[in-house]
């Protein structure tokens, strides 16, 4: 083949910008061997329907930046185009909905603040700080709804302090709202996605955690930046696990994205190790940090293709401490291991000394898991030899002291199982009580609620099927609330989906999301987009409400509701809030916030 004179004279660099990246031939090299599998990612019909400057986050700053180091910006945004049919445009200014005035400094009043509401996390909000009754959840309304801009996900834990509301996003943006009208009044751009929970501390100080593992504190009335700090160097290591603040520290839990980045059989499974931390709330500067595994990984062995393989590692936490203040103690649940050998404290309930972060004791549940996502290919490779169920613990123990005196830690597993420990006798198992099968995706996700009585567990047991998009959910499979007594682990009731399933397509009765209570009543959302009351006495539906939905929003912004997965709503001052949309495994795609009260 022959060039143009002209062509030839030109600088290396002058031709390497005239060629237009390939979208598609980048999308095969770099991206297929995970996405084209029948594997819970995405495949090119599902990103399809994305936007491409959803993409280009997810590339840039998102769960996919490591894999697109490599790649130019021009070469993510051919990616992007090719994949959605349409170039990504600059974002738009956020001017849409904005407060007219600056919110009152002042804080008192009904807070849910940060992950579980208390120090204990129970999700359980008393009747004097919800400011809503049994008796008039079924009055109900939508008050207002506010659109993530060009998000395909909705899943961070929403705050309610001050008059205000506050909630990250996918897109790394962090809110501050009015509670009444849903107005904007400022917005925090974090160097990555924000699913943490909020917590509001004295100073009137924001803090939260982002998917590059950056804890931040922010100015709450202005969205001024304190201080950042990163936790873990880790390239694929994230805060997921909303921090706790307790007098001075802010404490939270470091896990990574290795295990599902190991469908890849070219990834080098595996090398990060999870831990909790302690920060000074002041200055952002690391007190202490705990590992979950004593020692880093090193080479293993090689698969067949020549894949180097490490070990120990895993055992990330995923949950939001839970802070004992008569034992000076928190406790945390853990991952499992991704590769091997297993680890002693994979699959547990820890307490750590809150001053010096000592391991005071573990309660090992599962072991010998050791999972991760290059399982589930048709053909694995960097598997482990002897796989472990996916056992994790996802949600946050709940401390509860029952009428007698006595306290329980209560641990929901995605193995199905709810566990009641004992903390005066190092997590000694008081009961044990199953309510699903459990499973990669099953059993008990992001945890139970509980008063001084009552347990109130959701369980997930989501089904994936084979599809056009890889695998979407089963319409037919999980979902149920439970019931259980605190004393005995007895289950005082249930209630489980009807069993032909759901209709709206993507959909699922599989109920995963964070359970939310007040007094007399139970909130659990659904995978299938509905967000249920349950009579706490009974489990009869007092009020539903179809989240799965379009919707005009306050900031101007294109609005649709989907799955409820991840956080549950907080409720405070008469007002519930919930995120709408979770797209992951395919579910269905959502970008709002949402706001109910009584008329």
């Not at 547990?348 to 573990?362: E, F, N, R, Y």
């Not at 007698?404 to 006798?425: E, Y």
């Not at 489980?496 to 959302?525: D, M, N, R, W, Y």
Request: net charge neutral; glycine share 12%.
């Amino acid at each position: 083949m022959s060039f143009p004179r002209a062509l030839l004279l030109l600088p290396t660099a002058a031709l390497a910008f005239a060629a237009t990246p390939d979208g598609q031939d980048l999308y095969t090299k770099n991206c297929a061997a995970c996405h084209e599998t029948l594997s819970p990612l995405q495949n090119h019909v599902a990103l399809k329907t994305m936007s491409p400057e959803y993409i280009m986050r997810v590339l840039n700053i998102g769960a996919m930046r490591v894999q697109a180091a490599k790649l130019t910006r021009d070469e993510r945004a051919a990616v992007a185009e090719y994949l959605t049919g349409k170039a990504p445009e600059a974002a738009p200014s956020g001017e849409v909905g904005r407060c007219p005035g600056a919110p009152s400094k002042s804080f008192a009043g009904p807070q849910w603040n940060g992950w579980g509401v208390d120090l204990e996390n129970t999700r359980f909000q008393p009747a004097d700080a919800a400011g809503l009754t049994a008796q008039q959840v079924p009055r109900l309304k939508l008050k207002w709804a506010f659109g993530f801009p060009g998000d395909y996900s909705a899943y961070a834990q929403p705050a309610i302090a001050g008059g205000r509301v506050f909630v990250g996003s996918a897109a790394g943006l962090v809110y501050s709202l009015d509670a009444s009208s849903g107005c904007t009044y400022w917005s925090f751009q974090a160097a990555s996605g924000v699913r943490t929970g909020i917590t509001i501390g004295p100073g009137d100080v924001a803090y939260f955690g982002d998917a590059h593992a950056n804890v931040y504190a922010v100015d709450a009335n202005t969205g001024k930046l304190i201080w950042k700090t990163t936790v873990d160097e880790y390239p694929t290591a994230r805060v997921t696990a909303s921090p706790k603040l307790y007098e001075g520290r802010l404490y939270m839990g470091v896990a990574s994205r290795d295990e599902w980045l190991s469908v890849d059989p070219r990834f080098q499974c595996c090398k990060f190790r999870g831990s909790v931390v302690a920060l000074d709330a002041k200055t952002g500067k690391q007190v202490w940090k705990t590992y979950t595994i004593t020692e880093p990984a090193h080479p293993t062995s090689k698969t067949k293709a020549g894949t180097q393989l490490w070990g120990p590692s895993g055992v990330g936490v995923w949950t939001s401490p839970t802070i004992d203040t008569k034992r000076k103690v928190l406790y945390v649940g853990t991952g499992d291991s991704y590769s091997e050998p297993p680890t002693p404290m994979s699959d547990s309930i820890l307490a750590l000394d809150l001053s010096t972060g000592k391991i005071v004791w573990t309660k090992q549940i599962t072991e010998g898991d050791v999972f991760n996502g290059n399982c589930l290919q048709a053909k694995p490779s960097t598997c482990p030899i002897n796989v472990g169920p996916d056992a994790d613990f996802g949600s946050s123990p709940i401390l509860r002291t029952l009428p007698g005196g006595r306290s329980l830690l209560i641990a929901g597993q995605k193995s199905g199982v709810v566990h009641a420990l004992d903390p005066d006798k190092k997590g000694e198992t008081v009961w044990e009580t199953r309510v699903g099968k459990g499973g990669v995706l099953g059993g008990i996700q992001w945890g139970p609620s509980a008063d001084r009585e009552t347990a109130y567990v959701a369980l997930s047991d989501i089904g994936l099927i084979p599809a056009p998009e890889g695998v979407i959910p089963d319409p037919k499979a999980g979902g149920g609330l439970f019931a259980i007594q605190l004393s005995t682990g007895e289950k005082l009731w249930s209630v489980l989906p009807p069993p032909e399933g759901c209709k709206t397509p993507h959909c699922s009765p599989a109920q995963s999301a964070a359970v939310t209570a007040i007094p007399g009543v139970v909130f659990s959302g659904s995978m299938d987009g509905h967000l249920r009351a349950y009579d706490a006495k009974n489990g009869k539906i007092l009020w539903d409400y179809d989240t799965a939905k379009e919707y005009q929003t306050v900031n101007g912004v294109p609005g649709k509701g989907g799955s409820l997965d991840g956080p549950g709503p907080a409720v405070a001052g008469g007002l519930l809030v919930v995120n709408s949309g979770y797209a992951f495994f395919n579910g269905i795609s959502g970008n709002v916030l949402l706001a109910f009260g009584v008329e």
